[in-house]
T-cell receptor, first 112, second 116 residues
Framework: EPEVTQTPSHQVTQMGQEVILHCVPISNHLYFYWYRQILGQKVEFLVSFYNNEISEKSEIFDDQFSVERPDGSNFTLKIRSTKLEDSAMYFC??????????FGNGTRLTVT | AQKITQTQPGMFVQEKEAVTLDCTYDTSDQSYGLFWYKQPSSGEMIFLIYQGSYDEQNATEGRYSLNFQKARKSANLVISASQLGDSAMYFCAMRDEETSYDKVIFGPGTSLSVIP
């Protein structure tokens, strides 16, 4: 069964550094998402991406965040200048037209 | 605006018994979708079941069924014949299919522990 792949599984970075999280969605999916989860708590919506542009974003997704789909397969989340409070598990997800979201296994980001 | 409420932070169930996890939602859309996800301690998010707002029958997937009461805006997950491997966090989620199709929001989750 096709799956969403996220790399790396764990990223440690220093406060103020830029970090890029990588995702390869399921190949025939059209909708792409980033979510974050702090300490196993609520799963928070960050952004959705469709037709090569952001379709929805939350108030968390401020100017420090950006997303890109640089080629036909990758979908990245960039945090420009990381803060301690950005430490979380970041999940990428993808969906076909009316299908449920399929999640990757997540990237645990630790900002020190 | 969308909102999901799960009022049970933690639940316990005896192995082989059935358990109901509550979910209520709020939306102004007439067309929407409701999902349940399982997150075991290993961290991955596993899709369990989907219910569309216009589906006339309650969704079922194996041991999972969704008790959908549209007028009460509730979409409770029923797990029959609980197994030890069902111990996990369970999240209810919703997608408005009119106003914000591309945004799926999650409730705060319920931690389920299955007791042998």
């Amino acid at each position: 069964e096709p799956e969403v792949t996220q790399t790396p599984s764990h990223q440690v970075t220093q406060m103020g550094q830029e970090v890029i999280l990588h995702c390869v969605p399921i190949s025939n999916h059209l909708y792409f998402y980033w979510y974050r989860q702090i300490l196993g708590q609520k799963v928070e919506f960050l952004v959705s991406f469709y037709n090569n542009e952001i379709s929805e974003k939350s108030e968390i997704f401020d100017d420090q965040f950006s997303v890109e789909r640089p080629d036909g397969s990758n979908f990245t989340l960039k945090i420009r200048s990381t803060k301690l409070e950005d430490s979380a598990m970041y999940f990428c997800a993808s969906a076909g037209g009316n299908s449920p979201l399929h999640f990757g296994n997540g990237t645990r980001l630790t900002v020190t | 605006a969308q909102k999901i409420t799960q009022t049970q932070p933690g639940m316990f169930v005896q192995e082989k018994e059935a358990v109901t996890l509550d979910c209520t939602y709020d939306t102004s859309d007439q067309s929407y979708g409701l999902f349940w996800y399982k997150q075991p301690s290993s961290g991955e998010m596993i899709f369990l079941i989907y219910q569309g707002s216009y589906d006339e029958q309650n969704a079922t997937e194996g041991r999972y069924s969704l008790n959908f009461q549209k007028a009460r805006k509730s979409a409770n997950l029923v797990i029959s014949a609980s197994q030890l491997g069902d111990s996990a966090m369970y999240f209810c989620a919703m997608r408005d299919e009119e106003t914000s199709y591309d945004k799926v929001i999650f409730g705060p989750g319920t931690s389920l522990s299955v007791i042998p």
